[in-house]
């Protein structure tokens, strides 16, 4: 019995060991798992982090794209803008230039000069005048002008007034036979 006690003792004190084993083991794989997570929300934080960072950037580019895109536009405007009245001078001053080279040639053939009345039109009436004599429609000579097309009706019933005409074919009648249309 004595021997029977020892190896119960013995028995005793291996399946302590083999508890404190197991228990040791399992706290062991219980730290191995909490640094697992660790590792693993650490790389998808980083992870995330970085895709984050990555998405902002690419708004910022796609912004910075439209602001760029806009600022052509608009500088694309600004010069078709200021090249259409350029244009629109350019072609008034033509007219005007074709009007006094007719009178000059009329007055140097001692020719008629201006039409009857001519000079009751004041400037604004005679570039409408110059304009119909081309064959300009009233909205055409308001963007050639930059002046409304109701301002070019009442500019062309003062023509008509004051040089005693009807309609636009007689104002055409009268600038070729005077030399006025170009």
Wanted: aromatic residues 6%; hydrophobic residues 45%.
């Amino acid at each position: 019995s004595l021997l029977d006690e020892v190896k119960l003792k013995e028995l005793i004190a291996l399946e302590i060991k083999y508890e404190t084993d197991l228990q040791t083991e399992a706290l062991a794989a219980e730290q191995a798992e909490k640094v697992e997570v660790k590792r693993a929300n650490f790389w998808l934080w980083l992870g995330l982090s970085f895709l984050g960072i990555c998405l902002i950037g690419a708004v910022v580019l796609v912004l910075r794209q439209r602001r760029s895109l806009a600022a052509l536009r608009q500088d694309h405007f600004d010069v078709s803008v200021a090249f259409a009245e350029v244009n629109g001078r350019m072609k008034t001053l033509q007219a005007m230039a074709g009007q006094q080279l007719s009178r000059a040639k009329v007055e140097e053939n001692g020719g008629p000069g201006l039409p009857p009345d001519f000079e009751t039109l004041s400037k604004r009436e005679i570039e409408v005048f110059l304009c119909l004599a081309n064959g300009m429609a009233n909205k055409v000579v308001a963007e050639e002008l930059h002046i409304s097309v109701d301002t070019v009706r009442s500019h062309v019933k003062n023509i008509y007034g004051k040089l005693g005409l009807r309609n636009r074919t007689m104002v055409v009648k009268l600038a070729h036979e005077y030399g006025l249309a170009s």
